[in-house]
């Protein structure tokens, strides 16, 4: 069974930075793309970034871009998002997830319904 855990979330001044983890199990981590997704209250989720199963690509909202840096290590299964120059409307619940199809090629920005397993979650909010 699939476990994502994530962590790293917190409150921050505008600003500031943050460094969330996701650690994962259950699966052979090397083999999947990861992504990372967030939702604020009464909105939609939606994609922040994603990281090939291999790290060699990565793939960014324009919301982000250039702020957030998604990279990985598959030697301790874990995938992380670094948040820089963080933003109030950065505030929402972020999650992780993990591609459902093992050593699939990712070429383009991720429909979230490409992920299978996701994980609870860490809170992230920014102060003005």
């Known amino acids: 069974q699939v476990q994502l855990v994530e962590s790293g979330g917190g409150l921050v001044q505008a600003g500031g930075s943050l460094r969330l983890s996701c650690a994962a199990s259950g699966l052979t981590f090397s083999s999947y793309a990861m992504g990372w997704f967030r939702q604020a209250p009464g909105k939609e989720r939606e994609f922040v970034a994603a990281?090939?199963?291999?790290?060699?690509?990565?793939y960014y909202s324009d919301s982000v871009k250039g702020r957030f840096t998604i990279f990985r290590d598959n030697a301790k299964n874990t995938v992380y998002l670094q948040m820089n120059s963080l933003k109030p409307e950065d505030t929402a619940l972020y999650y992780c997830?993990?591609?459902?199809?093992?050593?699939?090629?990712?070429?383009?920005?991720?429909?979230?319904?490409?992920?299978?397993?996701w994980g609870q979650g860490t809170q992230v909010t920014v102060s003005s």
């Open positions: 997830a993990a591609d459902q199809l093992k050593l699939a090629a990712l070429t383009t920005t991720p429909n979230p319904h490409r992920f299978g397993s």
């Open positions: 990281i090939s199963w291999s790290g060699l690509n990565t």
